[in-house]
């Protein structure tokens, strides 16, 4: 059996044709790629206002400055997330405060983050993990209930709608990641979504050297240059085109592990928030012996993850934050999480060859 890797992008004919098409015209940075996929991205999301980011990262950094939010701030961040959520906010000057996650879905919870308020909280990052969405009901009240902003990381979850409205519209704004791993990738990319028309300016220009027109040499801020390239953006537009059927492909795919594992009783599958939406980022598997499956897995040509480290852990963001105490479900789900891949070109007969290696795993391994 060939390796199969946690995630492939599914590139094909329209996106070579798409990416051929930008070189052709010669309008290398963002022209009309860049507003076609912007026009797709808003129409999905349902979103007002959008602007690019180079990478998701960096959405969250550009969306924390429109904010306002630097030295002194607070931000509450799920201790269970990629580095890059508490990361963006060190990167403005502002501290990530961190908080335990539901000890069913994983999701941030409202309650959690009420705990950690101080009088220097200024905004809230709730995280889709998995491409799923916590309790924004709960979420929204509690930033409404304190006037916190909020600033939603929704990386993993392009498609992925809670009570029918899109992640990363709930908050003042929501950002996205094209990253080659992602639900649809443009190879890098990132998308800032708002709903005021003054973050929205402020996004421009923080965006694009501190000004509004590309044409003018006069600058009323400072700002970067967080432009992408309209290659990117065409790669990204077929990706739209198709997203439904990403979207049908990585469901196919995980009921596909459910039906093979149904009588596993080692595993089991994180559930989802009630009224959200699930567009699989990986499928997410709380496994017995975990840190003995993941290599047994990988020796068998599988490559598996475990879920995030915690960020509490972080060497690179946290001296002494070692409290385990505080966060008893992330280090259930670091302990027992791990990913499998759901990429749309992933075969029935290789999810049944990687169920039957699990299943293999538990008949035999003891500790
Ligand atoms: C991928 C990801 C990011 C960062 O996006 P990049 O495009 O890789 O910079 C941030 N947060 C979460 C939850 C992610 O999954």
Same mark, same amino acid.
């Given at each position: 059996?060939?390796? *199969?890797?946690?995630?492939?992008?599914?590139?094909?004919?329209?996106?070579?044709?798409?990416?051929?098409? &930008?070189?052709?015209?010669?309008?290398?940075?963002?022209?009309? $790629?860049?507003? +076609?996929?912007?026009?797709?991205?808003?129409?999905?999301? /349902? +979103?007002?206002? /959008?602007?690019?980011?180079?990478?998701? !990262?960096?959405?969250?950094?550009?969306?924390?400055?429109?904010?306002?939010?630097?030295?002194?701030? =607070?931000?509450?961040?799920?201790?269970?997330?990629?580095? +890059?959520?508490?990361?963006?906010?060190?990167?403005?000057?502002?501290?990530?405060?961190?908080?335990?996650?539901?000890?069913?879905?994983?999701?941030?919870?409202?309650?959690?983050?009420?705990?950690?308020?101080?009088?220097? !909280?200024?905004?809230?990052?709730?995280?889709?993990?998995?491409?799923?969405?916590?309790?924004?009901?709960?979420? $929204?009240?509690?930033?409404?209930?304190?006037?916190?902003?909020?600033? #939603?990381?929704?990386?993993?979850?392009?498609?992925?709608?809670?009570?029918?409205?899109?992640?990363?519209?709930?908050?003042?704004?929501?950002?996205?990641?094209?990253?080659?791993?992602?639900?649809? !990738?443009?190879?890098?990319?990132?998308?800032?979504?708002?709903?005021?028309?003054?973050?929205?300016?402020?996004?421009?220009?923080?965006?694009?050297?501190?000004?509004?027109?590309? /044409?003018?040499?006069?600058?009323?801020?400072?700002?970067?240059?967080?432009?992408? &390239?309209?290659?990117?953006?065409?790669?990204?537009?077929?990706?739209?085109?198709?997203?439904?059927?990403?979207?049908?492909?990585?469901?196919?795919?995980?009921?596909?592990?459910?039906?093979?594992?149904?009588?596993?009783?080692?595993? #089991?599958?994180?559930?989802? =928030?009630?009224?959200?939406?699930?567009?699989?980022?990986?499928?997410?598997?709380?496994?017995?012996?975990?840190?003995?499956?993941?290599?047994?897995?990988?020796?068998?040509? *599988?490559? &598996?993850? /475990?879920?995030?480290?915690?960020?509490?852990?972080?060497?690179?963001?946290?001296?002494?934050?070692?409290?385990?105490?505080?966060?008893?479900? &992330?280090?259930?789900?670091?302990?027992?999480?791990?990913?499998?891949?759901?990429?749309?070109?992933?075969?029935?007969?290789?999810?049944?060859?990687?169920?039957?290696? *699990?299943?293999?795993?538990?008949?035999?391994?003891?500790?």
């Amino acid at each position: 059996m060939d390796r *199969i890797p946690q995630a492939l992008p599914w590139i094909g004919q329209a996106e070579k044709m798409s990416v051929a098409e &930008t070189l052709d015209n010669a309008w290398v940075t963002e022209g009309s $790629m860049m507003q +076609a996929f912007r026009a797709q991205l808003l129409d999905l999301t /349902g +979103a007002r206002y /959008g602007v690019f980011a180079p990478n998701g !990262t960096l959405a969250l950094v550009l969306g924390l400055l429109a904010l306002d939010i630097g030295c002194g701030d =607070e931000v509450i961040v799920p201790d269970l997330s990629f580095f +890059a959520s508490a990361a963006a906010c060190l990167l403005v000057g502002a501290r990530p405060v961190l908080v335990d996650v539901d000890p069913m879905t994983f999701q941030m919870r409202a309650e959690y983050c009420e705990r950690a308020l101080t009088e220097n !909280t200024k905004a809230i990052m709730p995280v889709h993990l998995f491409g799923a969405c916590p309790d924004m009901t709960a979420i $929204m009240t509690l930033a409404e209930e304190y006037g916190l902003a909020v600033i #939603e990381d929704a990386a993993q979850a392009v498609g992925v709608h809670y009570m029918g409205q899109h992640a990363g519209t709930f908050g003042d704004v929501g950002c996205f990641s094209f990253f080659a791993d992602k639900t649809v !990738t443009s190879g890098e990319g990132g998308f800032v979504v708002c709903r005021a028309e003054d973050v929205y300016h402020k996004l421009l220009l923080l965006r694009n050297h501190g000004r509004r027109e590309s /044409g003018s040499f006069v600058h009323s801020g400072l700002g970067w240059n967080f432009r992408i &390239t309209d290659m990117q953006a065409a790669l990204g537009v077929a990706q739209m085109d198709k997203l439904t059927h990403i979207i049908t492909r990585k469901r196919e795919r995980l009921e596909w592990y459910k039906q093979d594992l149904a009588g596993v009783d080692e595993v #089991e599958f994180v559930p989802v =928030e009630d009224g959200s939406e699930h567009v699989p980022f990986r499928a997410a598997l709380l496994c017995q012996r975990a840190s003995a499956l993941l290599p047994y897995l990988d020796q068998r040509s *599988i490559q &598996t993850r /475990g879920f995030f480290y915690p960020l509490h852990w972080q060497p690179a963001l946290w001296k002494d934050q070692g409290d385990d105490a505080q966060f008893p479900n &992330t280090l259930f789900a670091s302990a027992r999480g791990i990913f499998l891949p759901v990429y749309p070109q992933l075969q029935r007969c290789q999810v049944t060859w990687i169920c039957d290696r *699990i299943k293999e795993f538990y008949s035999h391994a003891t500790d």
